[in-house]
C-alpha cells in the first residue's frame, strides 16, 4: 500500500527509521496507517512493509482500531523469558519483573526473547501478572534429550526440566533409535504445535560424555571449526612476524601464571624498581597480528564470542593452532605482544601508562601453586623469588587502594569437576583465591583500567565493562534477605560497593558467604559489554573494559584491533559495529555461563546419584509450603527436602518453614536422584 500520489522514495531502511522516528518523537502517539504516512516528509517505497516489519520486530504493536503504538506505551515489554519447571515464567527488567502463568505463555521456550503485556500488579515490590504477546525471536534450534516410545509413535523427553515433555519426534522409525536413548533434534517451529526432528544418537544417559555433549548441542555451541577457518588458521600461525615497530621487552624476567591444566597463555607479567618507582609491565599476546578485523578467523571469533570451559573441555574461541600455538605465550619462545607499561609509586597510586607492541621472551610458566610458594618465601631460584616478593608488595598496595576505592570483593565460589579413571564425577575441587590468584586479579585489573583510559580519552570505537549502580527496588529486597541471615544493610541501602564489601568481610569464614554473595549478584545488575562507557559499580571505577584475555574473549579481541588500527595511524572502524558487537558478545556470554551451570549440576547430581545415603552440610537457600531447598556444601547443586520428609524426622514443619528460614545451616541425607529431571531429594539429619 502506498500514499496516494506520493512518488517512490528512499529505501526500506529509511521507511522503517521514518516511521520509528515519529513514534520516537511523539511517544504516546496511536496512529493508523493513514495518518503515518500522512505524518511523514517526503514518500517511501512500500510503507505498510515496513509498519509491518516494526510490528514483526516487536518495535510497534497494534493498539486496535486499526491504529499502531509503541510497545511501551501498551504496557508491553520486551525480554528473555525464564520458564520453570512447574510450566510457569517471567521476564525482569532492572525495574520490574513480570510473572506469566502457563496458560499465557503463547507457545514461548524458556530463553526466547518475547513481547509481553502486563495485566496487573503482582505481589507489589514491582511485580505484575502477565502473558506473551508473540515471540520475537527463538532461542534454540534444537534439543537434547531421551527418545522414547508412545504408541506407535517416538517422542523426546528434553533433558532440560522447563522445556516441553512429549515432543513429537518426525520421521523416525524403531531401526532409528533404541528406547531410553540420549539423542539430540532439531525443533520444527513450522506447525500448530511443536515439533522434533531425529538427528543423532548421542549415547546412554547415564554416560558424563554424553550428557555434557547434550549440553553442547542444547546451547547451540561449536565443538569444531569449519575446514576453511581451520586452514586460515594454519596459514597465519605459519606466517613469519618482524621485530619492526615493536619495543623489545625480551630482557626482563617474565613469567606466566596459569592453572595447572592451563593450554594457552595469554598474559605474562613483569616488574623492575627503580628510584622507588615500581614498573609493572602486563605482556598481552598479540592476536590481533593474526586475527585482523572482517578476516573470516574473525567472524568465526565473532560467532562463538567467548571459549566455554565445560567440565570435561574447552571450546576455544580461536582454533588451537592459535590458541595453544602462535599467539600462546609459552616459555623461551619469542612472541608479539601487545604491552602495557604502568609506574607505581609507593602507594601504588598509578603515576603514568603507556601501551606499546612488543616482543617478549617468557623466562618460566608457573603454576598459581608455584606461584603461591614463591609469594609464601619458599621458592627455589633467587631471581625468581626476588620478582614475587616484589610483585607480592605491589599486589597488597593494589589491594590496599582498591579497599579505600570501596571496590566490591565477591571472592570464588566457583567449583572444579573431579573425574576419576573412567570419566566418572567423583568430587568437586573448590577454585582457589589466594594470594597468587589476587595477584594476577589485580595486575589485569589495572592493565585493563588504564586501556580503558585511553579509549576513552581517544574516543575509540571499543566495548567497555559496564555494571550500573543497583536499582531501589533491588535495594529493599537484599535488605529484607540479609536481615533473615541477621544481616543489617546499613539505611536499607547499597550507597557504595563498601556497604557490600563490608558484609561480606564478616561472613568470610562462614557457610552463609555463598548464599549472601547470591543475594547480592541477584541485586545488583549484570555487568554487560557496550560502546558507551558509564562505569564500573562493582569495581568503583569511572572506566573500565576487558583487555588481558583476547585468546577467548572477542571483547578484547576487538580493543587489540582498534589499538593495532591506532597505531599505524588508521581511523580505527571495525567490520561491524560497536552496539551489533555488544550485543552479541553478551549473548554469547550469557549463553556460555549457562552451559557451564548446566554441566556442572548435571555433574553434581550423577555424582550424588552414587552417593545415596551420605549425608551433607547444607544452608537454607528458600521455603516454599511443601518444603525448603537446601544449596549443598561443596558440590554445585540445590535440593527440596519435602515437607513429608522432614516431618518423619519428628521435626514440626508448616508452610512458613518451621524451625528454617533462608540461610538455615543443616546437615542433609541424600534420599533420592533423578538426573534426567534434575531432581534431588534430602532429608534433614537429626544431631
Known amino acids: ?32 496507517f493513514r495518518q503515518i504516512a500522512g505524518r511523514l516528509e517526503g514518500s517511501y517505497p512500500d510503507l505498510s512493509g515496513a509498519v509491518e516489519q516494526l510490528v514483526e520486530n516487536g518495535q510497534l504493536w497494534p493498539a486496535g482500531g486499526g491504529k499502531y503504538a509503541l510497545p511501551s506505551e501498551l504496557g508491553i515489554s520486551t525480554g528473555k523469558i525464564v520458564i520453570r519447571a512447574n510450566n510457569s515464567g517471567f521476564i525482569k527488567t532492572p525495574e520490574e519483573r513480570i510473572e506469566i502463568d502457563s496458560r499465557n ?45 508412545k504408541g506407535r509413535k517416538w517422542v523426546i523427553d528434553p533433558v532440560n526440566p522447563v522445556l516441553p515433555r512429549e515432543i513429537p519426534l518426525g520421521t523416525v522409525t524403531d531401526t532409528d533409535i533404541s528406547q531410553g536413548r540420549l539423542v539430540f533434534a532439531t ?73 595447572v591444566d592451563a593450554m594457552d597463555f595469554d598474559d605474562a607479567v613483569s616488574l623492575v624498581i627503580e628510584n622507588g618507582i615500581r614498573t609493572l609491565y602486563v605482556h598481552i599476546a598479540d592476536v590481533a597480528h593474526y586475527v585482523a578485523s572482517g578476516d573470516q578467523l574473525d567472524d568465526e571469533a565473532v560467532l562463538r564470542g567467548t571459549s566455554v570451559y565445560l567440565p570435561d573441555r574447552v571450546l576455544p574461541m580461536l582454533p588451537q593452532v592459535l590458541s595453544n600455538g602462535a599467539c600462546s605465550l609459552k616459555p623461551e619462545e619469542e612472541r608479539p605482544a601487545r604491552t602495557v607499561v604502568m609506574k607505581f609509586d609507593s602507594t601504588a597510586e598509578r603515576l603514568e601508562f603507556s601501551i ?72 568437586f575441587r573448590p577454585v582457589p583465591s589466594d594470594r597468587a590468584h589476587r595477584l594476577i586479579e589485580n595486575f589485569m585489573v589495572e592493565a585493563n583500567r588504564a586501556v580503558a583510559d585511553h579509549c576513552m580519552w581517544s574516543e575509540l570505537p571499543v566495548l567497555f565493562r559496564v555494571h550500573d549502580e543497583p536499582v531501589e527496588i533491588s535495594e529493599e529486597r537484599l535488605a529484607r534477605q540479609l536481615d533473615q541471615l541477621e544481616i543489617t544493610l546499613p539505611g536499607g541501602k547499597i550507597h557504595n560497593p563498601a556497604v557490600l564489601k563490608k558484609i561480606l568481610d564478616s561472613l568470610r569464614d562462614s557457610p552463609l558467604l ?148 533462608e540461610g538455615s545451616l543443616l546437615r542433609v541425607e541424600v534420599l533420592a536422584v533423578n538426573v534426567m529431571e534434575r531432581k534431588l531429594s534430602l532429608k534433614p539429619v537429626r544431631e
Open 356 to 427: 606499546v607492541p612488543s616482543v617478549i621472551r617468557s623466562n618460566k610458566r608457573m603454576t598459581y601453586e608455584e606461584a603461591l610458594e614463591y609469594l609464601e618465601g619458599n621458592g627455589s631460584e633467587d631471581n625468581l623469588q626476588q620478582l614475587f616478593e616484589s610483585m607480592g608488595a605491589l599486589s597488597a598496595d593494589l589491594d590496599s587502594l582498591r579497599e579505600r576505592r570501596g571496590a566490591l570483593d565477591l571472592g570464588s565460589s566457583e567449583h572444579r569437576v573431579v573425574f576419576d579413571e573412567n570419566g566418572w564425577p567423583e568430587g
Open 187 to 259: 525443533l520444527d517451529y513450522s506447525g500448530r504445535k511443536l515439533a522434533a526432528i531425529l538427528k543423532k544418537d548421542l549415547g546412554s544417559p547415564a554416560s558424563p560424555g554424553a550428557l555434557i555433549d547434550s549440553v553442547v548441542l542444547d546451547h547451540g555451541l561449536h565443538d569444531e571449526f569449519p575446514q576453511n577457518v581451520l586452514k586460515r588458521a594454519e596459514e597465519l600461525a605459519s606466517e613469519p612476524w618482524t621485530l619492526e615497530g615493536r619495543e623489545d621487552f625480551r630482557d626482563l624476567l617474565t613469567v606466566t601464571i596459569d592453572p
Open 1 to 32: 500500500m502506498q500514499a496516494k500520489g506520493s512518488d517512490v522514495s528512499g529505501t526500506k531502511t529509511e521507511a522503517l527509521n521514518a516511521v520509528l522516528s515519529l513514534f520516537q518523537r511523539e511517544p504516546s502517539s496511536r496512529l493508523t
Open 105 to 149: 505463555m503463547a507457545g514461548s521456550l524458556d530463553g526466547d526473547i518475547v513481547l509481553v503485556r502486563k495485566l496487573g500488579s503482582h505481589q507489589g515490590e514491582g511485580r505484575y501478572r502477565g502473558k506473551v504477546e508473540t515471540v520475537l525471536k527463538r532461542s534454540r534450534k534444537g534439543i537434547s534429550g531421551i527418545a522414547r516410545k
Open 514 to 661: 555463598d548464599i549472601a554473595v547470591e543475594y547480592i549478584l541477584r541485586s545488583m545488575q549484570k555487568a554487560v559489554y557496550l560502546p558507551s562507557n558509564t562505569g564500573h559499580f562493582g569495581l568503583a571505577l569511572r572506566s573500565y573494559l576487558h583487555f588481558t584475555s583476547p585468546i577467548r574473549r572477542y571483547p578484547d579481541l576487538l580493543v587489540h584491533q582498534v589499538l593495532a588500527m591506532q597505531e599505524k595511524g588508521e581511523i580505527p572502524v571495525p567490520d561491524s559495529s560497536p552496539a551489533e558487537i555488544a550485543e552479541s558478545c553478551n549473548a554469547s556470554e550469557d549463553n556460555a555461563e549457562s552451559a557451564e551451570r548446566e554441566a556442572d549440576e548435571l555433574m553434581a547430581l550423577l555424582f550424588l546419584s552414587r552417593n545415596i545415603g551420605k549425608v551433607f552440610n547444607g544452608v537454607v537457600t528458600g521455603i516454599k509450603n511443601f518444603g525448603v531447598f537446601v544449596r549443598l556444601e561443596g558440590v554445585p547443586v540445590e535440593g527440596l527436602a519435602h515437607r513429608s520428609d522432614i516431618q518423619r524426622t519428628g521435626i514440626p514443619f508448616t508452610g512458613s518453614g518451621g524451625p528454617y528460614h
